[in-house]
């Protein structure tokens, strides 16, 4: 069963930059489309961003475009979320997760993902 590992979460300060990274534990990570979500404390589960297997079609919520950039290294099973110009309305756990059914998707619904990391936490202080 694949594992998902999230890191690189921490506090900062509105404007700076961040970049989680999610490491998976299969080689068949590269046949799988990944996302990230997060979760502020009292809210739903939000997309944030997601990638094919291929790179080939990547997609943003709207609230992060321009600002965060997802990425995949398949040598490295390990997908990244480059966070620039933070804002405390970024406050929220991240998680990775996985779509092990290889439509490529890049879906926005959390239900199309199976596979879940157990999040980092990401504070943006004013």
């Known amino acids: 069963q694949m594992q998902l590992a999230e890191s690189g979460g921490g506090l900062v300060q509105a404007g700076d930059s961040l970049r989680l990274s999610c490491a998976a534990s299969?080689?068949?990570?590269?046949?799988?489309?990944m996302a990230w979500f997060r979760q502020a404390v009292g809210k739903e589960r939000e997309f944030v961003a997601a990638i094919t297997w291929s790179g080939g079609v990547i997609d943003y919520a709207d609230s992060v475009k321009g600002r965060f950039t997802i990425s995949r290294d398949s040598a490295k099973t390990t997908v990244y979320l480059q966070m620039n110009s933070l804002k405390p309305e970024d406050t929220a756990v991240y998680y990775c997760?996985?779509?092990?059914?290889?439509?490529?998707?890049?879906?926005?619904?959390?239900?199309?993902?199976?596979?879940w990391g157990q999040g980092t936490q990401v504070t943006v202080s004013s």
């Open positions: 299969e080689r068949s990570f590269s046949t799988y489309d």
């Open positions: 997760a996985a779509d092990t059914r290889r439509l490529g998707l890049a879906g926005r619904s959390k239900y199309d993902y199976n596979y």
